[in-house]
């Protein structure tokens, strides 16, 4: 966990105590909407649907056990009992009261945590893989280098005003869980054939109305450079994005029409002037920041801890828990947890106060006092003893946290869609509970398997609907709520961007075409092991199309309907 110095916690206080003089005089009238607007855009204030959204910096989603219980107060006193994580690995309020946001910051950086740069035209929250220092197949442990990209990034005077929001995602592990492919720019850490560390640099990837998976424009940048070349992109996209239409302002538009090989010039020819310049790394600089971080004090433990596999043989429950929710650990005797946010009948996402309350002793607990945030909307546990996984597994399950379904269908992602969001076009979380009542069946589910549902409520793709294998976004038909819904898209390694099946269809008629499609995915696979992405890549769309919209075809009942007729 890094652990603030007096520069920083300076740095929130004062933001703080400015945020709350520029608030006063708004309310006094002294202060106009126009003026106000850029201020509180700043400390993470929205103006929603229905009240103020605020959205709080998890940077690059760890969370002290302390901090964690702060949110939960702030859930209970300033808002209606219940936060929202979001696939940035921040957590959104919906309900506070305008005057009392100074307030709410002064309490998050009581606890050092701040509101900064989480919207506007600015670096958002740097995010990374949710199982960062842990994961076997880590390369490098990508905190320390977040934490310096945060440092660079905050209040960076260059970039406080950029053509549009700009937003980085650093891997460091062979298998990107950080989704870096669909980010402004996306590191990944690797060594060279010497040995060295560094970063293979992807830039203008990103979702919402125009969605392009990033170009790769340098393979290896030795780590030393990282902020001078990250200058060097930013300084080019200030130069020369679009500020004269906001839909075609993002980086990525730039990229594509200037050329990748033309941007990646524009780029080196930027970076010749501050390559080896003030802002080059050194090591005494790294060792500074990583000092800033607590790590947990590791026992020596056995590879398999005995009382684990005796559970695991005789608890079929937890077995099925363990399978979905728990992933290995680099070091012996301890694993990975993730605490499902995901049950049937809540928002994805959603976490009351009590719950947080409950997480954060669990942290203390099972996982010295740390706890993760990840892009799908959960969270982690990252360091619990194997020993401990069945005593924790049995008071999850009490909190309603305990749903074995990571990596499956009921794992759905999904932004607050209309029901908060004033840009949403339709609801997302009604049809993310009516997918999720349809395959309310674990039996089902496990003979789906591996499978991403991913809902928008608008074409700025808060839910990464581009993305999964399945996604449904949300659009306006004549003032009423349809749903287009894309298959064969895919994060990691090798991201993809799904393809529309079709004519977009009712809210209640979302359900079953989900189903339709898992119909076919079924008959048409190979094996139990040929996932759903699998066959999509392997036969294509047609199939599925024609499924569901074959007008010249009797279509085949759905599954509901295929057991009540049994």
């Known amino acids: 966990m890094y652990i603030y110095d007096e520069i920083d916690q300076r740095i929130v206080d004062d933001r703080v105590a400015q945020f709350r003089d520029q608030t006063s005089r708004f309310l006094a009238g002294s202060l106009s909407e126009d003026d106000f607007r850029p201020l509180r855009l700043q400390n993470g204030l929205y103006i929603q649907r229905f009240a103020p959204m605020l959205r709080v910096a998890i940077p690059y989603g760890l969370l002290a056990s302390r901090q964690l219980r702060a949110l939960a107060y702030i859930a209970r006193k300033w808002d209606r009992g219940y936060a929202h994580f979001s696939t940035r690995q921040n957590i959104q309020y919906n309900w506070p009261k305008l005057e009392d946001v100074p307030d709410i910051l002064e309490k998050l950086a009581s606890v050092q945590m701040h509101a900064i740069q989480t919207s506007g035209n600015c670096i958002r929250n740097t995010t990374v893989d949710h199982f960062a220092g842990v994961a076997p197949d880590e390369i490098v442990d990508p905190l320390v280098w977040c934490e310096i990209i945060r440092q660079w990034s905050a ?40 040995g060295n560390i560094g970063f293979r640099v992807y830039v203008g990837g990103g979702l919402g109305r125009t969605p392009i998976i990033g170009t790769v424009i340098r393979e290896f940048l030795p780590w030393q450079h990282l902020l001078t070349y990250l200058d060097a992109v930013l300084r080019v996209y200030n130069r020369y994005g679009r500020r004269d239409n906001k839909y075609k302002a993002r980086i990525k538009i730039l990229v594509k029409e200037t050329k ?32 800033r971080f607590t790590r947990p004090a590791y026992q020596k433990l056995d590879k398999l801890a005995s009382g684990y596999v005796l559970a695991l043989g005789r608890d079929k429950a937890f077995a099925s828990w363990a399978r979905r929710n728990v992933q290995a650990h680099k070091v012996a005797g301890y694993a990975a947890v993730t605490l499902s946010l995901k049950k049937t009948g809540v928002a994805p996402g959603d976490m009351t106060d009590a719950q947080m309350e409950a997480v954060a002793d669990l942290a203390d607990r099972y996982s010295f006092g740390e706890l993760r945030v990840s892009h799908e909307q959960n969270l982690i546990l990252a360091d619990v003893r194997q020993s401990d996984l069945f005593e924790l597994w049995q008071q999850a399950r009490e909190l309603g946290l305990a749903t074995p379904n990571i990596g499956l269908l009921t794992n759905i992602i999904a932004c607050p869609g209309g029901d908060f969001c004033s840009l949403a076009n339709a609801k997302s979380l009604p049809v993310a509970d009516a997918i999720t ?5 674990l039996d ?7 499978l991403d549902l991913n809902i928008s409520g ?33 994060q990691g390694n090798k991201a993809a961007l799904g393809k529309v099946l079709g004519p977009s269809v009712s809210q209640a008629e979302v359900p079953g075409v989900v189903e339709k499609l898992i119909d076919l995915y079924i008959e048409r696979r190979d094996s139990a092991e040929e996932r759903f992405i699998d066959v999509v890549q392997r036969i294509g769309i047609e199939p599925f199309k024609e499924h569901v919209y ?9 599954r509901g309907e295929q057991l009540a007729a049994a």
């Open 155 to 194: 209040f960076h005077p260059e970039f406080a005003f950029l053509p549009r929001k700009f937003k980085i995602a650093v891997s460091g592990a062979e298998t990107d869980r950080a989704a870096i492919q669909v980010h402004d720019i996306g590191l990944q850490a690797q060594y060279d054939d010497k």
């Open 260 to 291: 990748p090989e033309v941007f990646r010039a524009q780029v080196e020819a930027e970076w010749a002037h501050l390559k080896d310049g003030p802002a080059t790394l050194i090591e005494e600089e790294v060792e500074r920041i990583t000092k």
């Open 437 to 441: 009542r349809r395959f309310d069946d």
């Open 444 to 450: 089902y589910l496990y003979d789906i398997g591996e």
């Open 458 to 490: 608008c074409m700025n793709s808060c839910g990464h609907h581009h993305v999964g294998h399945i996604g449904v976004l949300g659009v306006d038909k004549q003032g009423a709520e349809f749903y287009q819904i894309s298959i064969g898209g895919a």
């Open 550 to 558: 074959g007008g010249h075809h009797k279509k085949p009942a759905g």
